[in-house]
């Protein structure tokens, strides 16, 4: 006798109710944030714009041969990334006074930023943070950080091409943005998106994935500010130590208790992040 909650054909009609779920609650999200390149006076926006067509075209092509879990994941993925703003805007995940943009889709393409995250430190002053969200399996975030790394050594750390800022009443580009990445494993996502599906917001605000988000940033400003250092990008080291300075006091305000913090290091993509982060260290002699 066939376990039809064991089927595969019911397991995938299962994910398509779950996707049209998440889709109704994510989409709404990137209207919202969706910004009108049109509405910057470069005179490269009109050739920027076409690339984002050209670009997207690809991928909608790259995605016809996906199967049913990789459309899965790509989904998941883009739901990550909409829970991540809403949370940080909604819940305070980043504490009060932190806001967060979706950047363009010229920004998410060329310079490989999901969300811009802006830490307000004065009336007229902010801190900026580039996060790029990532779902991964862990495999595919070696070439972000690669990104990274070879942007450090240059001497220079993220553009935003696209940005708008309300608090610093400021329309153009920003230069040296610290960039991160962040992720979860699957099952942490699939039940932090679960939750968000179902409303169940007071659950969201102490979920352990905000948690896992933080310290992930916070173990990468560290490294990266070492690592600048190291290399004699000293301009460098001083941004990432005063972004990192506003992380661990949003860090300290929420007081992650001993079981949070072993949650964190229990996730595979947090544990993974540790081990790219440690091919920096200089080895001991």
């Keep these: 006798m066939i376990n039809m909650k064991e089927s595969p054909a019911i397991a995938q009609i299962d994910n398509e109710v779950r996707m049209a779920e998440w889709a109704d609650k994510a989409i709404p999200v990137f209207e919202r944030e969706k910004i009108d390149m049109n509405k910057f006076n470069y005179a490269d926006t009109p050739a920027d714009i076409e690339y984002v067509q050209r670009m997207k075209a690809k991928f909608k092509e790259d995605m016809e041969n ?23 805007g909604t ?51 070696q ?30 580009s920003v230069s040296n943005v610290p960039r991160v990445i962040v992720g979860a494993n699957k099952e942490t996502i699939l039940d932090a998106v679960d939750k968000w599906v179902g ?50 006091k949003i860090i300290a305000d929420r007081h992650f208790t001993p079981i949070d913090l072993a949650d964190v290091r229990n996730d ?6 540790l081990t790219r982060l440690k091919s920096l260290e200089t080895p001991k002699k």
């Design 66 to 88: 996906d199967d049913h879990e990789q459309r899965f994941l790509r989904v998941l993925a883009k739901v990550f990334e909409a829970l991540i703003i809403e949370q940080i």
């Design 91 to 141: 819940n305070e995940w980043f504490g009060h006074g932190t806001e967060i943009k979706k950047t363009s889709e010229y920004d998410d393409i060329k310079n490989k930023v999901d969300a811009i995250a802006e830490i307000k430190t004065g009336p007229m002053s902010s801190s900026h943070l580039a996060l790029a969200v990532d779902i991964t399996t862990t495999m595919n975030s």
């Design 143 to 172: 070439k972000k950080f690669d990104e990274i790394i070879n942007d450090i050594k240059n001497g220079h750390l993220t553009n935003i091409k696209y940005f708008i800022s309300e608090h610093l009443h400021f329309k153009g």
């Design 199 to 248: 409303n169940k917001n007071a659950e969201l605000k102490e979920h352990i994935l905000r948690a896992i988000v933080l310290e992930e940033i916070k173990v990468q400003l560290e490294k990266f500010r070492d690592f600048a250092t190291e290399v004699n990008q000293s301009k460098l080291a001083e941004i990432y130590q005063k972004t990192l300075t506003l992380i661990e």
């Design 268 to 273: 595979t993509v947090f544990m993974s992040i």
